[in-house]
């Protein structure tokens, strides 16, 4: 294993670190928007680079790209306040002075990390967590930590029902006695599926020994890791990942404005957001016309930086008028514009008030935001205000380009689109409740027999589908055949032949 003292490693930058990265010109031969470094570098970064340029060449030339590298805390503080992509009022001192690079993400708050070690003569952690972030980015973590995003891992998992369709779905299966018996998914299947999105559970087990260009070298063995989900567990404790939406290491707030990123994860069948956007009329325009747009400006002006939005415009980012005038402020809680909950189990609600659906508890004791009959679980969600409150906000991004009367047009449809999807829903459930009252399925599990994987269908897959179609101004294909209006009608009909084909051979048994 090599070992080098830390002043050792500060010596060998002379010879080691690129010219980009000294902060006092540009580094040659390369495209200036590839390496746009500028700002000076602690030497502590310096040490990093000057390994990590020769180890890890992506990670080191995606850093000089970045913001991060270009700018120190201290400049970015200076900016008039609607510029800024900063929201601490004052940055440490010994951040504020450099641009922020290797050393100052990932040396951050040593004594809550498990993952921290001793590498090349410094602590540092294998992870950046939000609460790292929060020393320049506070009121985005702040936000961010509260949204049903950051929870994302125990809204799933901790939920018994969520639960139950996670392990039925994913889950290796065995045929026992003739019955087929559902085993818990591996932690390597869950990384890559529900948690790839949702977010695993970084632990670290020990040190591991690996090789690497520079010889072998102690790290932390962590388990569930990689993963990039929006609401991991990192081993600080905290919950979520910024690199969900700002990927290492250019942590670019373009990338993170375009629909690609969203796309990710909200895809059909159960969350078709990117598919229905690209089919809309908003899609079109930015698949034709996005490359020339402005995805970087601070704040984003409607009309003169895009002209029609992507998914950060609706949900998240600050948008103003070409004249100055704030129409949505910056939010990092996606939820927050948000008035009714199109997914869930089973009908659309109200948002809940807290980002943690784990405490929700309905009528019938069950954690879910409502009852079977559709009654909602009130206490736990947003009120006629709230909703009230927020949708004038969400109107305000439309009114940004559309007039009133075409605005409220398309808000009135929703609401219909909301009504008519929860009643096959209803019509579905119905249908349901008697198959199990009847006995021809069993409901210890509301998800592995096949009526039940039809009405999961009905609510996950293809209301799902129009649901999202009609609230992303259109996209004829998923509300008609694609997943739309056509299956969540032929579903029903299926699932009301499979209940009369079942009782019929229930009947002709007990006949014999």
Same mark, same amino acid.
């Given at each position: 294993?090599?070992?080098?003292?830390?002043?050792?490693?500060?010596?060998?930058? !002379?010879?080691?670190?690129?010219? /980009?990265?000294?902060?006092?010109? $540009?580094?040659?031969?390369?495209?200036?928007?590839?390496?746009?470094?500028? /700002?000076?570098?602690?030497?502590?970064?310096? !040490?990093?680079?000057?390994?990590?340029?020769?180890?890890?060449?992506? #990670?080191?030339?995606?850093?000089?790209?970045?913001?991060?590298?270009?700018?120190?805390?201290?400049?970015?503080?200076?900016?008039?306040?609607?510029?800024?992509? #900063?929201?601490?009022?004052?940055?440490?001192?010994?951040?504020?002075?450099?641009?922020?690079?290797? @050393?100052?993400?990932?040396?951050?708050?040593?004594?809550?990390?498990? &993952?921290?070690?001793?590498?090349?003569?410094?602590?540092?952690?294998?992870?950046?967590?939000?609460?790292?972030?929060? !020393?320049?980015?506070?009121?985005?973590?702040?936000?961010?930590?509260?949204?049903?995003?950051?929870?994302?891992?125990?809204?799933?998992?901790?939920?018994?029902?969520?639960?139950?369709?996670?392990?039925?779905?994913?889950?290796? $299966?065995?045929?026992?006695?003739?019955?087929?018996?559902?085993?818990?998914?591996? /932690?390597?299947?869950?990384?890559?599926?529900?948690?790839?999105?949702?977010?695993?559970?970084?632990?670290?087990?020990?040190?591991?020994?690996? *090789?690497?260009?520079?010889?072998?070298?102690? %790290?932390?063995?962590?388990?569930?890791?990689?993963?990039?989900?929006?609401?991991?567990?990192?081993?600080?404790?905290?919950?979520?990942?910024?690199?969900?939406?700002?990927?290492?290491?250019?942590?670019?707030?373009? %990338?993170?404005?375009?629909? @690609?990123?969203?796309?990710?994860?909200?895809?059909?069948?159960? %969350?078709?957001?990117?598919?229905?956007?690209?089919?809309?009329?908003?899609?079109?325009?930015?698949?034709?016309?996005?490359?020339?747009?402005?995805?970087?400006?601070?704040?984003?002006?409607?009309?003169?930086?895009?002209?029609?939005?992507?998914? *950060?415009?609706?949900?998240?980012?600050?948008?103003?008028?070409?004249?100055? &005038?704030?129409?949505?402020?910056?939010?990092?809680?996606?939820?927050?514009?948000?008035?009714?909950?199109?997914?869930?189990?089973? @009908?659309?609600?109200?948002?809940?008030?807290?980002?943690?659906?784990?405490?929700?508890?309905?009528?019938?004791?069950?954690?879910?935001?409502?009852?079977?009959?559709?009654?909602?679980?009130?206490?736990?969600?947003? &009120?006629?205000?709230?909703?009230?409150?927020?949708?004038?906000?969400?109107?305000?991004?439309?009114?940004?380009?559309?007039?009133?009367?075409?605005?409220?047009?398309?808000?009135?449809?929703?609401?219909?689109?909301?009504?008519?999807?929860?009643?096959?829903?209803?019509?579905?459930?119905?249908?349901?409740?008697?198959?199990?009252?009847?006995?021809?399925?069993?409901?210890?599990?509301?998800?592995?027999?096949? #009526?039940?994987?039809?009405?999961?269908?009905?609510?996950?897959?293809?209301?799902?589908? #129009?649901?999202? /179609?009609?609230?992303?101004?259109?996209?004829?294909? @998923?509300?008609?055949?694609?997943?739309?209006?056509?299956?969540?009608?032929?579903?029903?009909?299926?699932?009301?032949?499979?209940?009369?084909?079942?009782?019929?051979?229930?009947?002709?048994?007990?006949?014999?």
């Amino acid at each position: 294993m090599i070992r080098l003292h830390r002043t050792a490693v500060v010596i060998l930058i !002379a010879l080691l670190l690129p010219v /980009a990265a000294t902060g006092s010109e $540009k580094k040659k031969g390369h495209d200036k928007k590839t390496d746009q470094q500028t /700002a000076r570098l602690s030497p502590q970064t310096q !040490a990093c680079i000057g390994c990590h340029t020769s180890v890890t060449p992506g #990670i080191v030339h995606d850093w000089l790209s970045s913001r991060h590298s270009a700018t120190t805390p201290a400049e970015a503080l200076k900016r008039p306040s609607l510029q800024r992509r #900063i929201s601490a009022a004052a940055v440490d001192s010994s951040l504020s002075e450099y641009a922020v690079g290797c @050393y100052e993400c990932h040396s951050r708050n040593p004594e809550r990390h498990r &993952d921290n070690f001793e590498h090349m003569g410094f602590r540092i952690n294998v992870v950046v967590s939000p609460h790292d972030c929060s !020393a320049c980015h506070p009121e985005e973590v702040a936000q961010f930590s509260g949204s049903k995003k950051a929870n994302a891992i125990a809204n799933l998992m901790s939920n018994p029902v969520y639960h139950a369709l996670v392990r039925t779905t994913t889950g290796v $299966k065995k045929i026992e006695k003739g019955v087929i018996v559902s085993e818990e998914p591996s /932690a390597d299947t869950l990384r890559e599926t529900c948690l790839g999105c949702h977010g695993t559970d970084v632990a670290v087990r020990g040190m591991k020994k690996v *090789s690497t260009k520079m010889g072998e070298i102690s %790290v932390p063995d962590l388990a569930n890791w990689p993963n990039q989900g929006v609401g991991r567990k990192n081993p600080d404790g905290t919950l979520g990942a910024c690199t969900a939406c700002h990927p290492r290491h250019g942590f670019s707030i373009e %990338v993170a404005r375009k629909p @690609y990123t969203c796309g990710q994860c909200h895809h059909e069948p159960d %969350v078709p957001a990117w598919n229905v956007y690209e089919e809309s009329k908003h899609g079109n325009i930015y698949s034709s016309k996005g490359k020339d747009w402005s995805f970087n400006s601070v704040p984003w002006v409607v009309g003169a930086d895009f002209k029609a939005p992507t998914c *950060s415009s609706c949900h998240n980012s600050l948008l103003v008028s070409p004249a100055g &005038d704030v129409i949505a402020e910056r939010t990092h809680d996606f939820g927050a514009r948000l008035w009714v909950r199109l997914f869930g189990l089973i @009908y659309s609600h109200a948002q809940p008030k807290s980002g943690d659906t784990t405490i929700i508890r309905n009528r019938d004791g069950l954690p879910l935001p409502t009852t079977f009959s559709g009654e909602p679980a009130s206490s736990f969600l947003i &009120d006629g205000q709230e909703q009230d409150r927020r949708q004038k906000t969400m109107k305000a991004v439309c009114n940004g380009c559309h007039s009133s009367d075409w605005v409220n047009g398309h808000f009135l449809k929703l609401d219909s689109t909301l009504k008519e999807t929860d009643a096959m829903i209803r019509a579905a459930t119905v249908l349901m409740a008697d198959a199990w009252e009847k006995g021809v399925e069993d409901k210890t599990n509301p998800f592995d027999e096949s #009526i039940e994987k039809l009405w999961t269908k009905q609510w996950l897959f293809y209301s799902n589908s #129009i649901r999202y /179609a009609s609230a992303m101004t259109g996209a004829p294909d @998923y509300t008609s055949f694609k997943l739309g209006w056509w299956e969540l009608s032929d579903n029903l009909q299926r699932m009301k032949d499979a209940i009369e084909a079942k009782e019929r051979m229930r009947l002709l048994r007990q006949a014999r």
